[in-house]
């Protein structure tokens, strides 16, 4: 597995296994099958309702804890610095683990400032090995880095095909921050699987358009997460590293970008809002 190297020295595998949406009834027989194809990262969060199932899941499979990347997210509406300590040690406690790889902010919680100053204490004792934010806009990133020790590992935005975020891309480059992306697929929106593009330059390399959405991030340096219940499209997914999309591929695929979220927003609402927090 290709890994990108984090700001704070760490190694995170490119492709990891999200469980956005998975029922908790399935979230362990799913992750034990993303372990047994070889996924090495997973991507949970509070919010999900399914962290103990993943923690089950990667006792349950025998692989050992440090080859498995563990990220979750907190998500409390402005905890105090205490509180958010306790947050993060809540999932600790509810995956039965004794560290995680990587601990985000979900979204901006509105004190973020003294979240990241938990974040950061756990790092240094030994809780947390990396920290980062999620839906993190330059405004609230700025406001952020601000104030802090660590910058961002990464910021898991919304990124694919059809919402290429290049100008996040460059600001988090320039940062130090990698981006990671959430909803690869577009969630299974737009027509992604069936799209002509995607489905062209797939059959050029006996790959489908799903793998090909996959690629054009990754080809970037971006860390996917695509989620699937089902094992043959597990597979799919993490067979994406062995080839690589030409210079007039990746410009036929740029075009595919509407400029719009899933949820239609354009990215200028959610770039220039210097003081939005939620
Ligand atoms: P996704 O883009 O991964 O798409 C998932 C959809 O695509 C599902 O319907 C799945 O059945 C389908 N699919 C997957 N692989 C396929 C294939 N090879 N062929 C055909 N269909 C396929 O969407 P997602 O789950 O929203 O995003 C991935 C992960 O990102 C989540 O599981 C979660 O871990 C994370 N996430 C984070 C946030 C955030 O706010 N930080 C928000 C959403 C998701």
Known sequence: M????????????????????????????????????????????????NEAMVGAAVRKSGVP?????ITSKLCQSRPTY???????????????LDYLDLMLIHWPMGNDGDIWAAFEDLVKEGYLRSIGVSNFYP???????????MIPAVNQIETHVFYQQRPMISKMADAGTVVESWGPLAEGLNGIFTNPVLTEVGAAHGKTAAQV???????QGIIVIPKSVHKERMIQNLDTLDFDLSQDEMAAIRCLDTGHNLEGWPSDALKYNPETVV
């Open 213 to 219: 959405a996959l690629r054009f991030l990754t080809q």
């Open 2 to 49: 290709q890994n990108v190297k984090l700001n704070c020295g760490i190694d995170m595998p490119i492709i990891g296994y999200g469980v956005y949406m998975v029922d908790p009834s399935v979230t362990e027989r799913c992750v034990l099958d993303a372990l047994s194809v070889g996924y090495r990262s997973l991507d949970t969060a509070q919010y999900y309702e």
């Open 65 to 69: 804890r440090d080859e498995v990347f």
């Open 139 to 149: 405004g609230q990133f700025e406001k952020l880095v601000r104030e802090a020790s």
């Open 82 to 96: 205490a509180q958010a300590k306790e947050n993060v040690k809540g999932s600790l406690r509810r995956m039965r």
